[in-house]
């Protein structure tokens, strides 16, 4: 079967692995093009996805500016391909590309569709509590993940894992759903179930802005923030002033804790300082801060930093 595979970060690079390992043709690999970086932006960085194609010995990488075009479409065209199969690539793609390849053009989406289409569902589903997601491929149409469902596969979510963690979780899972779905296309048993799209959720593009803590809201919700912003943008506050970054937390449920504090706090106030971590008030519960940052500062466990930190200063 003669694929052509499109993705860009780090997140679609076991599925490339995997059509490689699988013995499928991979007659090119669409990735972004390289990004400008450093201080001077001189400095230009390709795609995980381009890194990996040139180490598994893959030579036809294409890097088009745009997917839209005529000249893009007769490219792919020419490649002749069975499949277009596609994960975080980035960009929806037109007609004119999904009407080429004969079994279709497949999509590796990171959430149990039709929850959480669009931009960083794995973020979304911690930063929202959920217990578990997955990993859902389907035949792509027009829309933004709404096409027909060919498989999914589920996983629990655990109670501290962070999005980093998470991502490390669903791109092997990806690639095995992947391998799968290209399996079931060639033996002709690959099924297609409409989604429901009267259950569909969209998610937006994680922003640094994303990251800031509101301490009205309760210790659970904050701690969801924390873990599905880490590792970017991070969740952060403000401390006397200057931006703090909060990387690992807990809702704090010991009793001694709770009753020492009791009563009423502005959320965000810094109620005590204890040797592995910082308690304070939130709208609903407190919240436990085990691992933070200053500016211009490298993380830090509480137990090296907290003993300088003031109970009683509000985040915010």
Request: glycine letters at 8%.
């Amino acid at each position: 079967m003669r694929i052509v595979f499109m993705g860009t970060p780090d997140f679609a690079v076991p599925c490339l692995e995997a059509l490689v390992s699988s013995g499928y043709d991979v007659a090119a690999v669409v990735t972004q093009p390289d990004k400008p970086v450093g201080r001077s932006q001189s400095v230009l960085k390709p795609p995980a996805v381009k890194e990996a194609a040139i180490r598994l010995g893959i030579s036809n990488i294409l890097q088009p500016e745009k997917v839209r075009t005529p000249e893009f479409a007769e490219t792919l065209r020419e490649l002749a391909p069975d499949v277009i199969a596609t994960a975080a690539y980035g960009k929806i793609l037109p007609k004119s590309v999904l009407e080429i390849p004969k079994h279709g053009c497949i999509n590796v989406h990171a959430s149990l569709l039709p929850k959480y289409r669009g931009a960083a569902p794995i973020q979304w589903a911690l930063i929202n509590g959920e217990s578990k997601t997955g990993i859902t491929t389907f035949f792509m149409d027009e829309g933004m993940d709404t096409g027909d469902i060919i498989l999914m596969k589920e996983t629990e979510i655990d109670p501290d894992m962070n999005a980093q963690e998470l991502f490390d979780r669903l791109k092997v899972l990806g690639a095995e759903a992947l391998t799968e779905t290209l399996e079931a296309l060639r033996n002709g048993t690959a099924t297609r179930t409409p989604q429901d799209h009267s259950r569909a959720t969209y998610v937006s593009m994680m922003t640094r802005e994303t990251g800031r803590i509101d301490w009205n809201k309760s210790a659970a919700e904050i701690h969801n923030l924390v873990r599905g912003t880490n590792p970017w943008p991070g969740a952060y506050t403000f401390y006397k002033g200057k931006r703090l970054k909060i990387w690992k937390t807990a809702v704090c449920k010991d009793p001694d804790v709770i009753s020492a504090v009791s009563g009423e706090a502005r959320p965000g106030t810094l109620l005590k300082c204890r040797k592995q971590d910082l308690i304070a008030a939130t709208g609903s519960g407190l919240l436990a801060i085990t691992e933070l940052q200053f500016e211009n500062a490298r993380r830090m466990s509480v137990a090296e930093c907290g003993h300088n930190m003031d109970v009683g200063e509000v985040f915010g």
